[in-house]
Every structure is written in C-alpha cells, then in structure tokens.
C-alpha cells in the first residue's frame, strides 16, 4: 500500500519570501506520478504541480518547482516570492493502485495549511 | 462553463434520511471518483468509474452507492445517514485514470447530518 506523509500540519511564510513543504511517500512500484494540489478557503482542489517518476527533471511551474529524490522518496514543494493569495491547504498527493487488479487513484498525505502574511 | 459540477453545494439533513448528490462533468473524460474529505481535512477515495464500470470501491458502508447512467456523469446515493457522515464530498474526473494530468475535481458538497 502506498502513504504519503506530510510531516508539516502548520506552515507561516512572509509576503515575497521562499518556503519549502515536505513530502515523503512509500511505495515498491518503479513508475509512478505525484502531485501538489492547493485548496484555498474556497475549498476548490487546484492542481499545482505533477512530476513523473521516471524524470530526472524537477518540475516548475512559474514560482512553483519541486525538488525529487526518487531514492529517498521525497517530493517537496517550493513557493518563491510567496503571495497572499498562496494561503491555502497543499496536499500531496501519490497516484498508485492498491494491487494489481485495483484500479488507479489519487492517495493524499493529511496536508499542509500554509498562511502568508504580509 | 464549469468543468466539473456538483450539486448541491450545502446539504444539511436529518439522521436517517436518504439524500443524493449529483456530479457532472464536460470535459470528455473516462473516469470518475468521489472522495470524502473529513472534518480534518483528509482526503480518502470511496469510488472510481470508468465508462461507468465501477472500478475502486473502498471500504465504505453500502449504505452509499454510487449510479453512473453515463461516462458525463456519476451520482452518490446516500441511505439512512448518520451523523459520522458529516464530511465535504469532492467529485472527480480525469482522463484515462488521471496519471498524466491529475484529476480535476468539483468544488465539494458540503454534507451536514444533524
């Protein structure tokens, strides 16, 4: 079975500054794909970033990039230039199958409830 | 134009009633999921259909069962509720089952059992 463990219930970064959520996961599958979703108080799920497993590359997406470590399993998001409007929930998320005749779906860590302030 | 509908967006009912939820979707895509999201923010699967083949089912009371009548659509039926149903239901979508793009889900239906 696969987990996805968010070790930070709680985050607090300043307007413009950089912060780092962590993500750790489990799983004995070689080919895999993992996500961040961002839900803000409007409770809308909106996908932030993807990253294939077999990608050397990190992912970016305009102040969005993730730093991959397939060897340690890690997949932590970074913000730059922090704005309000990032204060939300960030959930990862790790897409796997319970076994081999289960389908697909989406496993997500509890979550990290970034606040920006100014 | 929304992508993924759900309706309605609050729900409160009494325990013991029976009470839908509806999701609709107008992407095109294959497949189709309900999560539950508790009070503590976690997000859990209850089912998948792909072209309205049921493919996950958790292990969820079959007191919910979840109609899909078309691959646009796929509704959640909901029997006898408690009170530990309480939660935000989040429909999903996504094509194939959603490893290259995600899911793209609907904005929730607030579920209140009282």
């Known amino acids: 079975a696969q987990t996805v463990t968010q070790s930070q219930p709680e985050m607090s970064v300043q307007e413009a500054e950089t912060v780092t959520l962590s993500c750790t996961y489990d799983t004995s599958e070689s080919n895999y794909y993992l996500f961040w979703y961002k839900q803000p108080p409007s409770r809308q799920m909106i996908l932030v970033i993807r990253q294939e497993a077999y990608k050397q590359q990190n992912a970016t997406e305009n102040r969005f990039s993730v730093n991959f470590q397939k060897a340690a399993k890690s997949f932590s998001l970074k913000i730059s230039d922090s704005q309000l409007g990032d204060t939300a929930m960030y959930f990862c998320a790790f897409m796997g199958r319970k076994n081999s005749n289960s389908g697909y779906a989406l496993n997500f860590g509890k979550g990290t409830s970034l606040l920006v302030t100014p | 134009d929304t992508a993924v509908s759900q309706t309605p967006k609050y729900l409160v009912t009494q325990m013991g009633n029976d009470k839908s939820i509806k999701c609709e979707q107008n992407?095109?895509?294959?497949?189709m999921y309900w999560y539950k999201q508790d009070s503590k923010k976690f997000l859990k699967i209850m089912f998948s259909y792909n072209n309205k083949e049921l493919i996950i089912n958790e292990t969820v009371p079959n007191r919910f069962s979840p109609k899909s009548p078309d691959k646009a659509h796929l509704n959640l039926h909901i029997n006898s509720l408690e009170l530990g149903d309480s939660a935000v239901y989040f429909c999903?979508?996504?094509?194939?089952?959603?490893?290259?793009?995600?899911?793209?889900f609907g904005s929730g239906t607030r579920l209140t059992v009282v």
């Open positions: 999903a979508s996504s094509q194939d089952e959603g490893q290259y793009y995600g899911y793209t």
């Open positions: 992407l095109g895509h294959d497949t």
